[in-house]
């Protein structure tokens, strides 16, 4: 057990709301990353974080946006919600430096955006 | 770019089956390979990994070796069981690149 959460676990909501969804990690890891996974895309990369207030872009960032403002917690919010972004979001994070190193992820967020 | 191939599935075996699911892979330098697995209503979890070339990593009966020649990691299993019904992804190393998963359906 990584100590990672995920909150809200569930959510439904209306096209054109914000929405966050919060992942919080208890092992003060240094690497985050948001995924969404969707029938027949896999798992995609939406942004990673490298540190507090350091944050990069993913394969699917449009829409989407993230704030790290302390170690533990990393936060995606989307805008104003589509229902394109209806889907399974799950939070991870990687240990130590090395960028080869294993990912352990969160339980997920089930979005629904109708 | 990196990139990871899968078949996708579904794929339907009988408990004790044998298993393979292809992995193929183009990446830049030799990155670390990895098997995760997904029980449904969960995360992802490591399966197995292996970092360099001609590496076994293997775990829970599951096995897969890095083969840099023919840039595969297949995962296998000799004898499947009912509780072997997940979703598998192989990934990179590089925390980026990922499979499309493969779901597996394991029928007693």
């Known amino acids: 057990d990584a100590g990672i959460t995920q909150s809200p676990r569930h959510k439904v909501t209306e096209t054109g709301t914000p929405v966050t969804l919060r992942c919080h990690q208890t092992?003060?890891?240094?690497?985050m990353y948001w995924y969404r996974q969707d029938p027949g895309h896999g798992l995609r990369l939406i942004h990673y974080s490298y540190g507090v207030k350091d944050t990069d872009k993913g394969e699917v960032s449009d829409g989407y946006s993230v704030s790290r403002s302390k170690t533990e917690d990393f936060l995606l919010t989307l805008e104003s919600a589509t229902s394109s972004q209806t889907s399974v979001y799950f939070c991870a994070i990687r240990p130590g430096q090395d960028p080869q190193e294993t990912q352990y992820f969160g339980p997920g967020t089930r979005l629904l955006v109708l | 770019g990196n990139s990871v191939t899968q078949m996708e599935g579904p794929v339907t075996l009988s408990e004790e089956a044998f298993l393979t699911i292809n992995c193929t892979y183009t990446a830049t330098g030799y990155p670390s390979l990895f098997w995760y697995v997904q029980y449904p209503g969960e995360g992802l979890q490591l399966l197995l990994k292996?970092?360099?070339?001609?590496d076994k990593g293997s775990n829970k009966g599951f096995e897969a070796t890095y083969r840099k020649e023919t840039t595969s990691f297949h995962l296998e299993k000799g004898s499947v069981q009912v509780s072997d019904s997940a979703v598998y992804f192989c990934?990179?190393?590089?925390?980026?690149?990922f499979g499309k998963g493969t779901h597996l359906i394991i029928q007693p």
């Open positions: 092992e003060n890891h240094r690497y």
């Open positions: 292996a970092t360099k070339a001609d």
């Open positions: 990934a990179l190393g590089d925390g980026l690149t």
